[in-house]
């Protein structure tokens, strides 16, 4: 149920903001001082922010910018961490202990902390916050495909086919590589979640999404202003992402307990 659950609202989200444009008649950078700080009507079903701007429409073109992140992150992520992962874990030795040690320094660090540092060091812009959060996030992937392949590396298969002096390239794409994707997937549907989190965090700061680009996080800190005479200008893009990261951890569960029922 959970996961049916996670994918309506995975998908409600991707419709909403590949067709937002055309289901919503509203521009979301259209000011409307004489109406600032309205509340929900029929013509603006979730209200106008301080500017006066349509909150729906700005929270579709939002949609665009947290899923947009999120899929660029954990798609960048997931690779370097697969091809790091499974040398480091194939390799062994020195190799292995080398880049072990690079990981346990990024994980003894928090990694909202890391990435707001970067991003402050290399300036306020949506490439910049892809970069931070890329160069934190890889570390993870690394982590389960490197478990993973200590163990395939010792199957029968993978050592009859070193034994016949197949290329390392070639073993690591055909034999080792593939059996570890399972695991990477669930590591991915729960890295949406977090990199989602992570983008708005950074724009709540001031140091992702710069106005007047839509993006949840700067919804939010502008809205915190009016947190009493117009609740909805906070109200409306933390429920956006708080229902789209429980989406994707719902969907992030199921596809681990189905991969591994002794996890559940």
Request: zero cysteines.
């Amino acid at each position: 149920m959970t996961r049916r659950i996670g994918l309506v609202i995975i998908g409600l989200t991707v419709f909403a903001a590949v067709a937002g444009p055309w289901l919503v008649p509203h521009d979301p950078s259209v000011q409307s001082l004489a109406q600032r700080l309205d509340g929900p009507s029929w013509t603006h079903p979730l209200g106008l922010d301080e500017l006066g701007r349509d909150i729906l429409a700005r929270l579709v073109s939002g949609a665009r910018i947290s899923l947009g992140v999120g899929l660029t992150v954990v798609s960048i992520s997931a690779l370097v961490g697969i091809l790091v992962g499974s040398v480091a874990g194939y390799a062994g030795g020195l190799v292995d202990t080398l880049i072990g040690r690079v990981m346990d320094v990024l994980l003894a660090f928090p990694g909202i902390l890391l990435a707001i540092a970067l991003v402050a060091v290399l300036g306020p812009s949506l490439t910049n916050v892809v970069l931070a959060l890329v160069s934190i996030g890889w570390v993870g992937y690394a982590r389960v495909v490197r478990g993973q392949v200590l163990k395939i590396r010792e199957l029968e298969y993978v050592q009859a086919a070193r034994a016949v002096g197949a290329p390392v390239w070639r073993i690591l794409r055909q034999h080792v590589i593939p059996p570890t994707l399972p695991a990477v997937t669930v590591q991915a549907t729960l890295g949406m979640a977090g990199a989602i989190i992570a983008e708005a965090s950074l724009s709540f700061l001031g140091l992702g999404v710069q106005p007047p680009t839509p993006s949840w996080g700067t919804m939010l800190d502008a809205g915190r202003a009016h947190l009493f005479d117009a609740p909805h200008l906070t109200i409306m893009p933390g429920l956006a992402i708080a229902l789209l990261v429980l989406g994707f951890n719902f969907v992030g569960d199921a596809l681990r307990d189905r991969i591994d029922p002794r996890a559940s």
